[in-house]
């Protein structure tokens, strides 16, 4: 039993609690005691490792704070959320994240009562994620700042903030990067390469391409940040911050510019520019020049970071703030400003206009002054949020119930056929639908559907999986599942318009799966009540007769019995299509070597002891692969690529019986150098003949080629400013393993002048000497999503 206490000792106790109390306050400690320097300083940065130490000292000062590892990195790094809230919210973060996840998925509500109790009882959850690109550094180092300031600021609209809303504070999703980079940063400091992007990708497979990631989940880093967002927390709000070119408007923020997708409800966008103005009107009222809306980036494309969230009913916001150096300040003359034209939605930099009403004119920019206006732009993200809660709660349960009922305009259903030429496709489809949160359901039974619209109905077998439409994600299962059809945008020149990123993606297709939309479907509530939700992947994979999930795919196809030894090219310059090479690679356990510059200059071509029998060339321009990083810039081991020493060797390598197998753009080395039989058909086209930023095309496969073997005689495959081969009738030393089809090659997405490319040779393959050459017109790995393609690329590395 306690001891009761005297009146005296509890005076003395609340004295000491107060005291403890103001002590605790007084001892949050500022990111300039931890770290020796401001966030945001010139020439100075926080590398992973300073960061994580930051916000696990902030944690433990601060009952504003909590920090929680969401996971590892590709190199190992600990991935970190900062939940940044009231002391009393941060005690039942359970309870906010429960009743949230509630309000994502309507089916859970019973009454209107119900409602307006979780409306009452929640808080927006507000996501702010900084540096996806890690050379975009500065808002990882504004993340300090900004936890700091919520941690310890007292004033009514900082209390407002954390009374209504729960920040999930992302200091990186990609803490390799910010390592690579700081370390890169730090240890040229004061030297020629100072202020320079690391002579490597900044994500181990992805580089910038981890935000072209959030449709296909291919990386760790990926499948936990979607984890978080849209298994657990699923916020009203997600911010992504970046920075562009050091040339350019001081800041882009939202409205973007067109086109639309179709499949974000229209709320959303009106949504997104109500944000991007608030931060625009506070930010001119702070006195920043150079704010820019409604230009640039256009929300079409569904595999960014910002653009992920409007497919869970939530409000991306994407900023972009020109960029220092690293973290070097820069001068920017009123030239180099004037010289910046042809950005979308934006004529000139120097002309006021509505969507750029105050140009800034030039000067000093150092990274500090973009700290200042992320912070800006956060506060006046968290602001709203605050203000209008209520309304960003009960909107967000409108657009997952609005999802909830099936109109005849669109399929009710997806089947995927247990039938699948390429099981382990099916199954990491089915992986990547869950991942993000999807509904895919095992069928029980045998049952009738239309598969097409407005026919008749067909019997289905029982054998396969169903991700019915009608569920909270709606849109996402449609936007992933339906072929894009990339509006027509000419500029007043009749050139193509370039989107901001790829215009086509869907799926299943391009990852080679036999999928069926279902229009109409017997007995469809039955249908559903009888097929049961997968919530193990090891059935899956079980059901197509795969290895376990925790197993590699090689295992099943073996993809390359004989063990060749293959050699793949990776310089200096951070090629993104050699670390998706590279990621292929890995992921169907094929190993392989790393032949660098010198190796090639040398002409040793060496795989484990031996001569390899392939190598790979990604896709790069020729100049990248033979001049490399500039020597006024990098040090000499970096500088300089494969030079005319390089392609001397590789011609003689193939000369005496090698192999090279070129990817795109990595190809028109060989074609001209080797002076080759094929040209690119498509090469000196304008942009009023031909263009194609990123479609899926159907291809024509010669099966009774070694290359083509097994492969089914069309296939999906994906064409991004690529390439389309004639071949001279003569030409008897090449062999056309795949064309583009004869007429009506665009499957999804956006091509201008497909006439250019139809019948023309996609993937051929060429005799030089002893060995030969074979050439991909596109991408056989593209962001690693093309799995369609992927036994091609198997197949010509066999010999
Ligand atoms: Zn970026």
């Known amino acids: ?61 601060s009952s504003r704070v909590k920090v929680e590892e969401i996971g590892r990195s590709t190199n190992g790094n600990p991935m970190i959320v900062a939940f940044i809230s009231d002391a009393r919210n941060i005690k039942k973060l359970d309870k906010y994240r429960q009743v949230n996840a509630r309000l994502a998925d309507p089916r859970t509500i019973a009454s209107e009562e119900e409602l307006a109790k979780l409306v009452e009882d929640g808080k927006t959850i507000v996501a702010i ?12 180092q504004m993340s300090m700042n900004l936890a700091y300031e919520l941690a310890t600021a007292n004033d009514p609209e900082t209390k407002e903030i954390l009374d209504n809303t729960i920040l999930l504070l992302i200091p990186s999703p990609n803490p390799d990067g910010i390592q690579i980079v700081a370390d890169w940063y730090k240890k040229t400091l004061g030297t020629k390469s100072e202020g320079t992007s690391p002579p490597e990708l900044y994500h181990h497979y992805a580089g910038h391409d981890d935000n072209r990631d959030w ?41 973007f510019y067109d086109p639309i997708n179709p499949r974000i409800a229209p709320s959303l966008l009106r949504e997104v520019g109500l944000v991007g103005y608030k931060m625009a009107a506070d930010l001119e009222a702070r006195g920043i020049k150079g704010v820019a809306t409604n230009s640039t980036y256009d929300t ?19 900023s972009e703030a020109a960029s220092v150096q690293l973290m070097t300040p820069v001068t920017v003359k009123l030239e180099d400003l004037q010289r910046s034209r042809g950005v979308r939605g934006l004529a000139d930099l120097t002309t006021p206009l509505t969507n750029y009403p105050d140009p800034w004119l030039g000067g000093e920019w150092h990274a500090s002054d973009i700290n200042r206006i992320e912070m800006i732009s956060s506060r006046a993200l968290l602001s709203l949020a605050a203000k209008y809660r209520e309304r960003y709660l009960r909107n967000f349960y409108d657009l997952g119930k609005a999802n909830l009922s099936s109109d005849h305009e669109n399929p009710s259903a997806f089947l995927i056929s247990a039938k699948q030429c390429r099981p382990e496709a099916a199954s990491r489809l089915i992986e990547i639908l869950r991942w993000q949160g999807i509904e ?15 026919s008749s109905a067909n019997d289905l077998p029982k054998e396969g999986w169903l991700v019915f439409v009608d569920q909270p994600q709606s849109k996402n299962v449609l936007s992933l599942f339906e072929r894009q059809d990339y509006p027509h945008r000419l500029l007043p020149n009749g050139e193509a318009e370039v ?99 010198e190796q090639m200059r040398k002409g040793k071509f060496d795989c484990g002891g031996e001569q390899c029998s392939s190598i790979i060339m990604p896709s790069d321009s020729p100049a990248s692969v033979v001049k490399g990083l500039p020597a006024s810039r990098y040090p000499e081991e970096f500088a300089g690529g494969i030079g005319d020493e390089g392609v001397e060797q590789l011609k003689k390598y193939v000369e005496d019986g090698g192999r090279i197998v070129c990817f795109d753009r990595g190809c028109d080395l060989f074609i001209d150098k080797f002076t080759l039989p094929v040209r690119d058909a498509l090469a000196g086209l304008k942009r009023d003949e031909f263009y194609d930023p990123g479609s899926i095309v159907k291809i024509d496969v010669n099966t009774r080629t070694k290359i083509g073997s097994g492969l089914p005689a069309e296939l999906a495959a994906y064409f991004a400013s690529s390439s389309a081969y004639d071949v001279p009738m003569d030409a008897s030393n090449v062999r056309v393993i795949a064309s583009y089809t004869k007429e009506d090659s665009l499957l999804s997405g956006w091509m201008l002048g497909e006439k250019y490319l139809n019948g023309k040779a996609a993937v051929v393959e060429i005799t030089y000497g002893k060995g030969s050459v074979v050439l991909f017109g596109f991408r056989p790995q593209h962001r690693g999503q093309s799995w369609a393609t992927f036994p091609l690329i198997f197949n010509a590395l066999e010999k």
């Not at 900084?130 to 550094?137: F, R």
């Not at 298994?231 to 350019?248: R, T």
């Not at 200096?572 to 169907?588: I, K, N, P, Q």
């Open 499 to 597: 989107p901001y990123d790829v215009a086509g993606w869907t799926l299943p297709l391009q990852m080679g799966v036999n999928y069926s939309p279902l229009w109409r479907i017997a007995d469809v509530k039955e249908l559903r009540e009888s097929s049961k939700l997968v919530e193990h992947f090891n059935d899956v994979r079980g059901e197509l007769g795969l290895p376990r999930a925790n197993e590699p795919f090689a295992k099943i196809n073996d993809p390359l019995k004989t063990s060749p030894k293959i050699g793949l090219y990776r310089g200096y310059t951070g090629s993104m299509d050699e670390g998706w090479t590279r990621f292929v690679l890995d992921t169907f356990s094929i190993p392989f070597s790393r032949i660098s510059n």
């Open 215 to 255: 449709f296909m989940m291919n990386l760790v880093e990926t499948r936990a940040v979607t984890k978080l967002f849209w298994q657990q927390w699923f916020p009203e709000l997600v911010y992504d911050v970046h920075q562009q070119g050091q040339n350019s408007s001081r800041f882009i923020i939202p409205p």
């Open 129 to 140: 994620s900084c540096s996806i690109h890690s050379t975009e550094i500065v808002a990882s």
């Open 300 to 318: 079409w494309w569904h595999g960014g970071f910002r653009s992920a969230p409007y497919y869970h009913n939530s409000i991306g916001i994407l």
């Open 440 to 454: 895919v359901r095992k069928v029980g039974r045998e049952f009738a559907a239309s598969t097409a619209q407005g």
């Open 1 to 61: 039993m306690a001891k009761r206490q005297s009146p005296k000792s509890i005076v003395l106790c609340l004295a000491m609690l107060a005291a403890f109390a103001a002590a605790a306050f007084a001892q949050v400690p500022s990111p300039n005691s931890v770290l020796g320097f401001t966030p945001g300083d010139d020439r100075k940065i926080a590398d992973w490792r300073q960061i994580v130490d930051y916000f696990q000292k902030l944690d433990a000062a």
